[in-house]
């Protein structure tokens, strides 16, 4: 079984504490990338689960197993890191064939699976070349399949794609996303690159200050956050959060968002989740998650910045406690100074706990 269970999994270093009690559940066969800033904890983790680095407690399960004590050399991981590792004197064909080589596989099979993995990844027409004399990118490209070819039942991969640029990015999230569908290994994927997350990972589990903050699917980190860390960190640009002070009205439950002077109801379901709390909350919506008011009816803020990337726009609104961000498909014409009225789509509004950062759920 290539289940992976964390269970209460703590790490210390000294006095730090650089993992606080993380419980987590990853499948077999599951695509699981860790998420978060430098220093959240992310390497520490996945050195616990290669074997690199001893729990302080709790427990690292693979299936049924305790891996406690286990060498990594034992474990049945493939490991792949930010810095290639691979013998540079040697052709790509010897570094591909250097794994199933040291195992004793025959060279009718060792020839047969270089073959494969090389049209995998694309370094066929390369396979006698020798290693120094490849780029970056190419490398991180032979590691990835010098690891694969041993067809780990567990593969981590550490930051693989930081030192390569950003189109050959591109390309690797797909083709690492097909070489895991084709071998179906359970994937461990550290990256603070939330693009790499949510492009290849079935789940993904956000990390901040050595402590789990959400494991979901992209889709529900993303529509769901738990808390206002993953509304920020998710999305580029994040999620934008008002404080506001609930409050009732003629219109029902309002939110009194006071740096904007407007007071926009709530959904429904949102304010059945609020009546009861008490205090102050953060609205909060998504800056893609907006339309431009032709009726007049929304947030009026001057325009402070417009950046174009390519068709996608990003006009910066207002300024201080009551900025925002408002993400647009085309050119909407607006230029610094305007006034742009923005009016978040109702079923996107999400409303977090001003006290402790928690989302407060419709349903719950
Ligand atoms: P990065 O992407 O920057 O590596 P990360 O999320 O992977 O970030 P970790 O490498 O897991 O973070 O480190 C988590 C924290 O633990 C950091 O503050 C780091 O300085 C600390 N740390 C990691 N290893 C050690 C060690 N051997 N001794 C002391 N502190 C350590």
Known sequence: MSAIH??????????????????????????MALLGPSGCGKSTTMNMIAGMEEPTSG?????????????????GVGFVFQNYAIFTHMTVRQNLAYGPRMRGAA??????????????????????????????????????????????AIFLLDEPLSNVDAAFRAVMRTELKQLQRQFRQTMVYVTHDQLE?????????VMDHGVLQQVGTPLEVYNNPANVFVARFIGA?????????????DRGLVVDLG?????????????????????????????????????????A???????????RTIVHLGEGEGA??????????????????????????????????????AGG
Do not use: H, W
């Open 301 to 311: 803020l001057p325009v402070t910045f417009v950046e174009r990337i390519g068709a």
């Open 59 to 75: 427990k690292i399960l693979f299936g049924e197993r305790d891996m406690a004590g286990v060498p990594m050399g034992r474990r």
């Open 259 to 299: 740096a904007l002077g407007v007071s926009p109801p709530l959904p429904d379901d949102l304010a059945s989740a609020l009546r009861g709390a008490r205090g102050d909350v953060l609205y909060g919506f998504r800056p893609e998650q907006v339309a431009l008011a032709p009726d007049g009816r929304g947030l």
């Open 324 to 361: 925002v961000k408002a993400v647009f498909d085309n050119d909407v014409g607006l230029a610094i100074g305007q006034t742009a009225i923005v009016a978040p789509e109702a079923a996107s509004v999400r409303l977090f706990d001003a006290s402790t950062g928690r989302a407060i759920r």
């Open 6 to 31: 964390l269970k209460n999994l703590v790490k210390t270093f000294g006095d730090f504490t650089a993992l606080k009690t993380m419980d987590l559940d990853i499948a077999d066969g599951e695509f």
């Open 237 to 249: 640009p994040g999620m934008n959060l008002i404080k506001g002070r609930p409050s009732e009205s």
């Open 107 to 152: 060279r009718a099979e060792i020839d047969r699976r270089v073959g494969a993995i090389a049209e995998l990844l694309q370094l066929t027409p390369l396979l006698d070349r020798k290693a120094d004399r490849l780029s970056v990118n190419i490398l991180q490209r032979v590691a990835i399949g010098r690891s694969a070819i041993m067809e780990p």
């Open 197 to 205: 997350a949510m492009t290849m990972a079935d789940r993904i589990a």
